[in-house]
């Protein structure tokens, strides 16, 4: 039996959006830290409800209790936006942010649908079309939120998110080729392995094969791409209220370059950006001096 979303499965019932955050190592933590209190709680809470449907999608189950634990948020969503009570501490956090920053209800259900996408046999070389949906509804949502947490939903803020958006997760697929590849998935598209020489989406035969990293190569080549127009979007702009995506671009752009330089003969082999260096660049732009990748 599937019960209400809740707080109650790990991570700890105890913890705060923030919390989540802080213990994620994430690269966007100090963005989010030093933004003003209203808009940290609300990013927070966005990042924390990224993180539990993530987890829904990602734990040891049933795929169809983990539907139905997607489902369970679906309601949730929108029962907080029929003017429902909340029912965990992560619902009334989310509902702040909703209240306050206008935050569209398509976006978050978005979210829950690229997490559905990972929900039993997951994707595996998918076409690239398929791959970009679900950028757009894994990365592309969480873009399209925060910039209405950031600043303000205008044209030019859309297209920098969405190009910025899937830039970051083809960059996150990039780094985590193993460990997706012990989960069963294969997010490098069919036409890059086919191109590449490499006829099986077999995510381990992938890894092992030699034809890896020119698929790998145009995947970043790909990336690279959607982080130049996220910068064209905003050319001729000061950071503003943008300066912490403009770090968390910066942050990420800098990732995608240490893993083009380290190379993809061993996939396995971390590369990161640590907390000093994120907290650094996130200070940089918070006071309109953003380095450069």
């Known amino acids: 039996?599937?019960?209400?979303?809740?707080?109650?499965?790990?991570?700890?019932?105890?913890?705060?959006?923030?919390?989540?955050?802080?213990?994620?190592?994430?690269?966007?933590?100090?963005?989010?830290?030093?933004?003003?209190?209203?808009?940290?709680?609300?990013?927070?809470?966005?990042?924390?409800?990224?993180?539990?449907?993530?987890?829904?999608?990602?734990?040891?189950?049933?795929?169809?209790?983990?539907?139905?634990?997607?489902?369970?948020?679906?309601?949730?969503?929108?029962?907080?936006?029929?003017?429902?009570?909340?029912?965990?501490?992560?619902?009334?956090?989310?509902?702040?942010?909703?209240?306050?920053?206008?935050?569209?209800?398509?976006?978050?259900?978005?979210?829950?649908?690229?997490?559905?996408?990972?929900?039993?046999?997951?994707?595996?070389?998918?076409?690239?079309?398929?791959?970009r949906v679900y950028c757009r509804r894994v990365a592309g949502a969480v873009g399209m939120l925060a910039i209405r947490v950031f600043d303000r939903a205008d044209p030019a803020n859309e297209a920098f998110a969405l190009a910025l958006g899937e830039a970051l997760q083809l960059t996150n697929i990039l780094r985590d080729l193993t460990e997706d590849a012990t989960l069963g998935r294969m997010y490098l598209p069919h036409e890059l392995l086919l191109a590449a020489g490499i006829g099986t989406s077999v995510p381990d035969r992938v890894l092992a094969h030699p034809g890896l990293p020119q698929a790998c190569e145009a995947l970043a080549d790909l990336a690279e791409t959607r982080f130049a127009e996220a910068r064209q979007a905003i050319a001729g702009r000061k950071c503003g209220s943008l300066w912490a995506a403009t770090a968390m671009m910066v942050l990420y752009h800098r990732l995608l370059r240490r893993l083009r330089a380290r190379g993809w003969s061993d996939p396995a082999l971390r590369v990161r950006v640590g907390r000093r260096e994120s907290a650094w660049v996130a200070l940089r732009c918070r006071f309109g001096a953003p380095p450069s990748a």
């Open 1 to 131: 039996m599937t019960t209400p979303p809740t707080d109650s499965a790990p991570p700890l019932t105890t913890d705060t959006p923030s919390a989540v955050a802080e213990r994620s190592g994430s690269t966007f933590y100090w963005p989010m830290r030093l933004l003003p209190a209203s808009k940290r709680a609300a990013m927070f809470a966005i990042y924390a409800f990224c993180r539990r449907i993530d987890d829904i999608a990602d734990e040891p189950g049933d795929p169809e209790e983990k539907r139905a634990a997607l489902d369970a948020w679906r309601r949730e969503i929108r029962s907080l936006y029929a003017g429902g009570a909340p029912t965990s501490p992560l619902a009334a956090a989310l509902k702040g942010a909703i209240d306050r920053y206008g935050l569209p209800r398509g976006e978050l259900e978005a979210l829950i649908d690229g997490m559905a996408m990972d929900v039993g046999e997951g994707l595996r070389a998918p076409e690239l079309a398929t791959l």
